[in-house]
């Protein structure tokens, strides 16, 4: 079963995809949606607007250290089954290793957003055996080194074709409902981030598949406004900002953290017919 979600229309203007994370280290929100928590907050993004869930169960900050297989998916796993209990809204899993993946669609989830674009051992051939939609991230490096003097010779263009390879190793496999994600805040500065926001048009049509843009509560926004130093607190306008450049340049999708102003936000930038 693949997400039931139309075919994006850039006159509309993209998603809105609701983060969830049900880790205690995030970088924003970590240690607020333990599993009792999580469904009532995902419920509630849908209602403020969100057209998916994007749930997650180790997070990839930079510097973030990894989370031992078993213990992502008995973060993962429960909240997951609780919500697909609950409605039938999309559901994406957040995750970088395949029997996670394996896991979270087996109790509901419909969609594979993987920072490590299909990249681990086995998640190809997982993929193309799961027959859901998959997001394949651009990330340089790994979340723990990612921000270390990240370097490109052309980013756009060195995302575009890495993006490209990805996309096409996971159709050879037989993948076939594929997004991609240039990474924002993935082993990226600011300059790098900018050239990415201003370039989604160029890459949806190099790449040829819908482009999802997670910018939300990064840390670029810091690095552009110096006051912005509490994700979870001081980011909402740079958070918004950049979702409705997103818009504007042919981004099918948002990931975002606050769903309610996110929402309005887009139905106004689409009301003006901009």
Known sequence: MKINLPPPKIERGPYV?????VTPNSFSDGGRWAEGAATPQALAMLDAGADIIDIGGESTRPGAE??????????VVPVIAALRAATKAPISIDTMKPAVAKAAI???AM???????LQAPGALD????????VVLMHMQGEPRTMQERPRYADVVGDVIAFLRARVAAAEAKG???IWVDPGIGFGKTLPHNLALLNSIERIREAVGKPVLIGA???RFIAAIDERATDAGKDRLGGSIAAALIAAQNGAAMVRVHDV???AQALKVWRATGA
């Open 17 to 21: 995809m609701g983060v969830l994370n």
């Open 66 to 75: 990894p989370v031992d297989e078993r213990e992502e998916i008995a973060r």
């Open 106 to 108: 087996d109790v509901g």
């Open 111 to 117: 969609m594979w957003n993987d920072v490590m674009a």
């Open 126 to 133: 997982l993929a193309a055996a799961l027959h859901r939609t």
């Open 175 to 177: 993948v076939s409902d």
């Open 216 to 218: 939300s509560r990064k």
């Open 260 to 262: 309610a102003e996110t």
